[in-house]
């Protein structure tokens, strides 16, 4: 994770850098970085954790307690937020310990069961606790404002306060909130169907590839060879997959429609103009920021165009095809270990200043860290630092690739976030919003590619590293555009009074899908059947959450670009940023550090760099073509 569950009370959810002087790469550290987390950080036992399970249990409880009363005094409210934050507290740490626990041994029916409770004892904290708002929002303003007056121990609640109050107006009676909440499993059903038909019930095809390999195309063995350096490959992979996807467009209609429809529903109730509407205003974002996104990446398709075009040039392709999109462009032949993605990380963090890099380097000392593969372990990688009295954890499943040092680079980012956030906030205040959560891990993947560019030791190397970026660019700023284009384009069919089926999603997709491709360009052409596409994002069902990936990657670029140019004041403000955890508003947050991202001037640094990127690449290209006439 990420980021927290939720901020206690609220919904549960579990310009170019200045050049540097090119310098040898360090020499890995005499000790290799710990590669096992110490769990006994939480509970030094299980017996123990099952003692903090009944203690939770009781404080939840007690909880029921305080309906109520939340009016009563200054210090009655206080008393009362003090006790449902704390008891939130102990349940995420709870929470944490059997996650990791799980996700290091999924076949331990053990584990799973204290998974499945500790999410149970969550559920049952936000049942016990959905009075508060309700109870908040009769009080007034009048009255709370007169308590924050009057107690100093309101403070570490009167963001909470403040930001329920701003919402008032959507927050139901408390027989509303209630029929709600008994409705939220139903409400869950066109996302749970997805779910299960995608991960379950839909019957992967296989295929045989050119080197007589049989593959049954899963989304994951999907993933790993529509990359593939065979071309006939390439193709077969894609037309198989979403051939099949095609056959199932229909029921994946019906459910992605009947999220839309939930979503749209659940909005109307609480007096909302729209699911966008709701989403944004969550976090108090303007939706500024989501129209400015949108305009402004088509604005720049050109740029996507281009890089298109080089990708078609170093593959030697004579017409770009959608299923040539995932092939590397360059590879390069190195293996990494971990002591080398640490010593390459801490390097390439430099400009952030001494005491994040001293932070840094004692936090990559710690036992926090679960690196490698293992049998029954799970995939992918993240970070929890929901553990507030403790700190973060991450999972990796490290694998010697460049990919893997990028990951780490990318998730101690957000494990510093976490880190800096819990140091300097109280509990309540510490929990960052997902607008902001992804940037410092992006920060920390550019300053990587910057310090490796710098360092690199030959053309081709330098070419790795461009396309990488490129390609990171790509996919986090372009795609996700891309997909909350289509996202927003499938909300407003919906509350028009229009319906969603498998062709009209198709071709609502594939015209964004197109247009980015630059299909009717000649750029890269876009067969039909893989205009379902769509039916492949879960992040559809997560409620206008896909279009943060992009602003943050917008945001990053800028971030590192003030760093550069304008040192000492611009990195103090980003650090500012990571210790502001949830404490404001998140796009308050980031203006103050200097990025406004409803503004489109904020774009050109993300714009320039891709530029300046593409630019290096042609230059090198040129300079390669030229040496291979001449002899």
Known sequence: MKRYLGLCLLAITIQTPTESTAEPLPTPQSEPPASIWDISDLYPDIASWDDARNSATTQISAISECEGMLGGSADVLADCLNQITNTYKALLRLYVYAFLNKDTNQSNIQYQERASAAQALLAEFTEATRFVKPELSHIGEATLNRYLDES???????????????????????EGERVLTAASDALQSASSTYSVLVNNDIPWPEITLSDGTKVTLSPMAYEVHRASANRNDRKRVFESFWGTYQHFRQTLAITLEGQVKKEAMVARVRGFDSSLDRALSQDNIPEAVYRTLLSTANEHLASLHRLLGL??????????????????????????TLEDATTLTQAALRPLGSDYGESLSEALKQHWLHAYPAPDKRKGAYVMGAAYDVHPFLMLNFEGTFDAVSTFAHEWGHAMHSLMANSHQPFSKSAYSGFISEIPSAVNELLLFDYLRDNASSDDEQLFYLFRELNLLRGAFFRQAQFAEFELAIHEQVESGGNLSG??????????????????????QVDEPYTVEWASIPHFYRNFSVYQYATSMVAAYNLVDRIATSGEEARQQYLDLLQAGGSDYPYRLLKNSGVDLADPAAYHPIIQRMTRLMDEVEQILDRQDAKNTSR
């Not at 609640?157 to 701003?166: A, C, E, K, Y």
């Not at 062709?503 to 609502?508: A, R």
């Open 152 to 174: 100093a121990r309101l403070e570490e609640h009167d963001f909470f306060i403040r930001n329920t109050l701003r919402q008032s107006e959507h927050i139901l009676s408390e």
């Open 311 to 336: 990708r078609q040039r170093i593959l030697g392709l004579g017409k770009s095809r959608y299923y040539d999109l995932y092939t590397p462009a360059v590879t390069l032949p190195r293996e990494y």
């Open 503 to 524: 062709d009209k999603l198709n071709t609502l997709y594939g015209t964004i899908q197109k247009r980015h491709a630059g299909h009717s360009m000649g750029i890269m």
